[in-house]
């Protein structure tokens, strides 16, 4: 065993407190502005620049939409650059879905300018399915066998792409999907899986910090699918407390750093199901909410109206809406409450729209209206 004598340890004392202290010599700017609080924080701001180059945080980022306008309402904006966004539910709630459709929409926004990766350790993902959710500008294959190591490894590599290519400051986006379904190396090589229990997690407690800070450096928005697991306790002691508005008696895989470092923690859960005879199409209501936002206040619930084949649907998300809010009157036949001399049947709603300018012009007005008053009432706008 290695120990140290008394006065080894108070050397290794005085180190550290050596490389923590400040520069005494650093001259402070002269004060002359009025405003002595804010002249203050100015100054201290700026000599802790100097002394020890500790910068402020902008307070800003930037956000890339999702190209549904509702969610991006309660997103502020759509998912963010230079973070962990992660979108975790029960299977089948369509987050994976989602997830492929705010890469599509960022491509289409940055015009085939973004560099991005769709890493599927699922191996359930293939270019046709994507280009059916809008990934195509440019068609992307999605990259299997993948292991926790290797998703870290990927955002180093485009790290050091986008420096050499010069292209840091146009944001991309990396999508990991899923976590839960992703060992590490050592998972892989263990013959006795009670040899590695929680590996993963320590192993997350170490990449996710350090990873989401070259995010922020490099511009990625960083997208990761998660489950939604049954909370079991193991042991005698009680299970740490979960978020409160996180579904109670369900944790997430991969340990509690996903949720300490998430920006936007997005639950989706199934609904309800769309009946083909009123609204022309099978499909589902996906109930979502941000438990953790950083843009929008959190915790506020709405329907994503879509197919399983196509996406969420904005046209349709966007009907439910206003018939919620009473900008819409349905029954037998529907119309805007601004518009009411044009009714039609449900199943024509989306036809109509496409090919009538009025009722488009309209129906867009009332959604803009209506998406406004959310962000009064919620304090943003």
């Known amino acids: 065993m290695n120990i140290k004598k008394e006065n080894e340890q108070e050397d290794d004392t005085q180190e550290i407190l050596d490389s923590v202290k400040i520069d005494k010599n650093v001259e ?12 203050l924080h100015q100054e201290f701001g700026a000599f802790l620049e100097n002394s020890i180059d500790m910068v402020e945080d902008s307070g800003e980022k930037s956000i890339i939409p999702v190209g549904i306008d509702l969610l991006d309402t309660i997103l502020g904006g759509g998912l963010a650059v230079g973070a962990l966004n992660m979108i975790c539910g029960q299977p089948g709630s369509g987050k994976s879905m989602l997830a492929f459709q705010a890469l599509g929409n960022a491509q289409v926004i940055y015009k085939g300018k973004l560099v991005s990766g769709v890493l599927d350790s699922e191996e359930a993902t293939t270019t046709i399915r994507l280009r059916n959710l809008g990934v195509k500008n440019p068609l992307v294959k999605p990259y299997n066998k993948i292991t926790v190591e290797k998703v870290f490894k990927f955002i180093e590599g485009l790290c050091l792409f986008k420096e050499k290519k010069k292209i840091i400051d146009t944001p991309s986006m990396t999508i990991w999907d899923s976590i839960a379904n992703t060992l590490s190396n050592k998972e892989l090589e263990a013959e006795d899986p009670n040899s590695v229990i929680g ?51 369900k944790t997430l895989p991969g340990g509690n750093v996903l949720m300490y470092n998430s920006f936007h923690l997005i639950e989706m859960k199934v609904g309800a199901v769309l009946k083909k005879e009123k609204y022309g199409f099978d499909g589902v209501i996906t109930k979502v909410k941000c438990v953790k936002n950083k843009l929008f206040p959190p915790n506020i619930e709405i329907d994503l109206l879509g197919t399983f084949v196509s996406g969420f649907s904005n046209f349709w998300t966007n009907f439910n809406l206003l018939s919620k809010e009473k900008r819409l009157s349905t029954g037998a036949w529907n119309y805007l409450v601004t518009l009411p001399e044009k009714k039609f049947r449900t199943k024509d709603a989306e036809k109509l729209y496409n090919e009538d300018e009025k009722f488009k ?21």
């Open 28 to 39: 402070l700017p002269i004060n002359e502005d009025k405003e002595i609080t804010k002249s």
């Open 199 to 249: 590996y993963k997690a320590r192993l997350l407690s170490l990449l996710i910090p350090k990873y989401i800070s070259k995010c922020s450096e490099y511009n990625i928005c960083f997208v990761a699918v998660n489950q939604l697991r049954d909370d079991i306790q193991i042991g005698m002691f009680p299970n740490a407390k979960n978020l409160k508005f996180l579904t109670q008696g």
């Open 361 to 381: 012009e309209m129906f867009d007005i009332s959604v803009q209206e209506t998406l406004k008053e959310w962000r009064v009432k919620y304090g943003t706008e």
